[in-house]
């Protein structure tokens, strides 16, 4: 029955497009030829991939006037230091912008750039001189990569809205614990990945979206985490805070056993024992600290007695075990090794 829908439907789709007498093939072609005589004289416009636009690596100052029809536009590598409000007007139907290494300035940001970007989905500035979040946002953006700018301010709101947003990267900035506040992050409804990596936070970002799934706060100040602050993330699965500078005793013992936990990096800071693991830990990554002494029994997410009862579903998953760059000297503890039965490899 549906199969006969099916036709039904491609035959009266035919039976449209013979009254308006044009072919998909020639509408294509119509786009084709209109996007290969509007490409700029700066830029590639192949005919293999007429909805891309390639003006990369040209030493650009300004953008050139984009196609209408243009769905990827790659200006990175360039000198682009200003954008004017309306650069974009009529390229409405972009979904994709790299503006990765270039010299982009808040001031050389005109307002309302990105307004007219109603089908923007993916947005690059990495490597730019941003000092602030650019604002405002186009409203359907999935992932917006921001690293290595100077940004140390997020005005208030500027996420609202986004809730298609599933990546925010934001890593190597001068982001401090007052500029991550609360606010700043609502609206936020689907994301996944938030990168915070080499800023200067002291704090564990506060109310992040209860949907984080990856969490990297590596190379920060961080010393201490609130005891519920893991609470409010209960997707909470890769959490990397690597090079900060905790200590046994900033956080409960047992903050990181969260079911959901699949990769829990926390290299190069100042803990003197191990945290309590969840079974389901696929990675952990401790090297690097002051830990003296691994107790195997301790470290066991399920007691010893009932290994090889858990062992097919419930037992841990550990694979991959970093305790290299501690003060722990070999041989590697027997339990260890008879509690993670699926360890593949331990650095020690
Ligand atoms: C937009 O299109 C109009 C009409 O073709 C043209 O005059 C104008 O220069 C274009 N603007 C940009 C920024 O591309
Ligand atoms: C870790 O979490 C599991 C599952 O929630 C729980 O059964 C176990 O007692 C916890 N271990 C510690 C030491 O808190
Ligand atoms: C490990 O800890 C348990 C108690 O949690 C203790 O009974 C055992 O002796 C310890 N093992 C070593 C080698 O210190």
Known sequence: MSFFNMELFFSTLAVLLLAVSVSPQEMAYEHMLAQLQACP?????????????????????????????????????????????????????LKWINLNRNKISNEGLEEGTFRALSSLVHLYMDDNLLTAVPSPLPPKLEQLHFSRNKISKIPPGVFMGLDRLTLLDLQGNKLQ????????????????????????????????????????????????????????LPKISFLRLNRNKLVTGGFPNNIFNISSMLDLQLSYNKLTEVPVIPSGLEHLHLDHNNIKNVNGSDICPVPAAMLDDYFEERGPKLRYLRLDGNEIKPPIPRELMVCFRLLRAVVI
């Open 41 to 93: 004289k700066e830029c590639r416009c192949p005919p293999s991939f007429p909805n891309a636009v390639y003006c990369d690596n040209r030493a650009l100052k300004r953008i050139p006037k984009i196609p209408p029809f243009t769905w990827y536009l790659y200006l990175q590598n360039n000198l682009i230091d200003a954008l004017a409000a309306d650069i974009f007007s009529n390229a409405t139907q």
């Open 177 to 232: 614990d007052d500029a991550v506040t609360e606010v700043n992050f609502k609206g936020l409804n689907n994301l996944v990945q938030i990168n915070l990596a080499k800023n200067q936070l002291n704090n564990m970002p506060p109310a992040l979206p209860a949907t984080t799934t990856q969490l990297y706060l590596d190379g920060n100040n961080i010393e201490k985490i609130p005891a519920e602050y893991f609470k409010g």
